[in-house]
């Protein structure tokens, strides 16, 4: 895993900026501690941070491969789980290898197939390759790995993170759009956009061709097709896909992890993780007194303990629990702000930074069961009619309730019908009715790339490599064609994966209700974060008096949360966690010197 810079022009020489190429590869030092290098070129600069994961020894980038007399450049970031395969086709073909690294056998693969090699490629990516005549950028499927680019007078820029390209255009501007997609659509985002004008990111699936223009092409979507198995072999299949893709995962020269919440997923993934790796790290995370604060409520019913010791004992893993406190909850929302360039899930990404920089200490791959909710339906509007049949997202609640806050400038803007619009765009990219297949569309492309942003910003910011093996494109093809009343099996929620692992797992652990990332339930974060939140108001330049109604957010304030009773995203974003997320908009707007145009 790394991070990568690039910039190209092929109608004229680019100046070479020393400068401030470095300074924008000096911003992705988390992504990539192990190594720094660059490559210049008169028409393509690149520039590569690297976390070393396969061939420690000669794995370094940009990476260049003479064929035929001609040259190519790579940098990339992302793991090529099917390198061994994709190398014998190459060496049948020819071609020979000077490393053992994943980069050479993309590199080569795109010289043998060009675009067409990444119908060949399973894994998570996001590169660019320079030919001397034009650029060639492309990103996994799912999109768990990042890229982002503008374009200035024929010049492309393209990074891992947003802040390499604020570095370079000198300036964060967010115009009428932006706060469109920041106040509406937030923190998601629709598909190959971004807040900051002229910062766009290329969508999950889609490669582009650069020359003088971008040439963007969607090179994988979701097909329509006859699901013939029934349901013994459905079940059967469901097991055999997720087995192959965390196998698959498990390619790696240095130590692997995984993160265990006794749930479901990450249950999975450690019980067939533990078939291949003796003495398996497992790791979770808690809150400080989350014993005597928590509460039970609709969307998370039980505390994890319990069934992670079950899981523990069951596999005799290594397991590390990590207790984070109040306060270092509350003092990481400014870095993971950083981590994600935008304004986030607050607690959200700020206990998962900390979470990762404690698995930092041990290990720099860890694999998490992030994305099966998405897939297999585990959120409660793939089965809850009030919430998949209203005309917009399915996790968003009480739009009218939350346009309320608004100022008048920002009510001009009709935010509701701006996600009613994003919302039927994305329906229209699919053409079919069936509401099953829509949910899993829309879950995959806004609030699975949501989380994706959460996993790859937070875990890289801390400089380990997170794998997601349910991001897999043949779970995705499967699940989207198979049979409703198979997906929910026994009427449960992930029903059919529930019935694919319940000889992997405890019984209760096989059955257990959905219960989403843990959040803290202790009243000293809500003092501390109120009291935060409280103090950023005596800031005439905060940026929040430019977007909500005075008088609403003083009281919102005042009230400790208490004043608006809905989830703004998804299930958790209420009460004190709403509030961090209007302190990471406060943060985010000083810190980033925010520029508005609307």
């Known amino acids: 895993m790394c991070g990568i810079v690039v910039v190209g022009n092929y109608l004229e020489e680019l100046s070479k900026n020393d400068d401030k190429i470095k300074k924008m590869t000096s911003l992705l030092k988390y992504r990539g501690p192990d190594n720094e290098d660059f490559l210049w070129n008169k028409h393509c600069i690149m520039a590569h941070r690297r976390l070393s994961i396969i061939d420690l020894k000669t794995g370094n980038q940009p990476l260049s491969y003479t064929y035929q007399g001609k040259t190519y450049h790579i940098t990339y970031n992302g793991e090529i789980y099917n390198m061994i395969a994709l190398k014998n086709k190459l060496l049948e073909l020819g071609f020979t290898f000077s490393t053992t690294s994943d980069t050479e056998v993309l590199l080569a693969s795109y010289i043998a197939w060009k675009e067409k090699c990444l119908d060949y490629l399973e894994g998570i990516f996001a590169f660019a390759i320079d030919d001397g005549e034009k650029l060639f950028l492309a990103r996994d499927p799912l999109g768990v790995k990042p890229l982002y680019y503008t374009i200035i007078n024929h010049t492309i820029i393209a990074a891992s993170e947003m802040k390499c390209l604020l570095s370079y255009i000198g300036k964060a501007v967010v115009d009428k759009n932006g706060v469109k997609e920041l106040l509406g659509l937030g923190p998601s985002l629709t598909p190959g956009h971004t807040i900051y004008k002229n910062i766009y990111s290329l969508r999950p699936g889609h490669y582009m061709y650069f020359n003088d223009k971008p040439h963007i092409c969607r090179y994988w979507m979701l097909k ?9 072999q459905t079940i059967q299949k469901v097991r055999h896909l997720v087995i192959d893709s965390v196998q698959k995962q498990l390619l790696s020269d240095v ?78 929302l400014k870095t993971s702000l950083i981590a994600r360039d935008m304004p986030g899930m607050a607690d959200v990404d700020s206990s998962f930074l900390l979470f990762s920089k404690k698995i930092s200490q041990n290990h720099k791959v860890c694999l998490s069961g992030e994305c099966a909710d998405e897939i297999f339906g585990g959120y409660p509007w793939f089965y809850k009619a009030e919430l998949y049949s209203q005309p917009y997202f399915p996790w968003m609640r009480d739009l009218d309730l939350k346009m309320d806050l608004f100022n008048e400038k920002v009510k001009s803007l009709n935010l509701k019908d701006y996600i009613i619009q994003r919302y039927r765009q994305s329906l229209d990219e699919i053409h079919t009715k069936d509401k099953k297949k829509q949910l899993i569309y829309l879950n995959t492309e806004w609030f699975m790339q949501t989380l994706l942003t959460r996993a790859d910003s937070q875990t890289m910011r801390s400089s380990i490599e997170v794998r997601v093996p349910f991001a897999s494109t043949k779970i995705l093809q499967y699940l989207y064609n198979m049979p409703v ?62 977007f909500f109604d005075k008088d609403k957010l003083i009281e919102f304030v005042e009230s400790e949360g208490k004043s608006f009773q809905s989830p703004w995203f998804g299930q958790l974003m209420m009460g004190p966690q709403l509030m961090a997320y209007f302190y990471q908009i406060y943060l985010w707007g000083k810190i980033y010197q925010i520029e508005l145009e609307f």
């Open 224 to 232: 329509d097709k006859t699901h013939t198995d029934n349901l013994a």
């Open 255 to 332: 130590p692997l992890s995984t993160m265990l919440s006794g749930g479901l997923d990450s249950s999975i993934i450690t019980a067939i993780a533990s078939q291949y790796i003796q003495d398996l790290s497992t790791y979770s995370i808690t809150y400080e007194d989350q014993e005597k604060y928590f509460q039970s409520y609709d969307y998370q019913t039980t505390m994890d303990d319990e069934y992670i010791n079950e899981m523990v004992e069951r596999y005799q893993t290594d397991h590390h629990k990590i207790i984070l406190s109040q306060e270092e909850l509350v003092n990481s």
């Open 485 to 546: 009343e198979y997906m929910f099996y026994g009427d449960e929620e992930k029903g059919i994966l529930r019935k694919a692992f319940e000889e992997f797992l405890p019984e209760d652990i096989a059955h257990r209700k959905k219960n989403p990332y843990p959040k803290t339930h202790s009243p000293i974060y809500t003092q501390i974060i109120s009291h935060k939140l409280k103090e950023s108001l005596s800031d005439s330049s905060n940026i929040l008096y430019s």
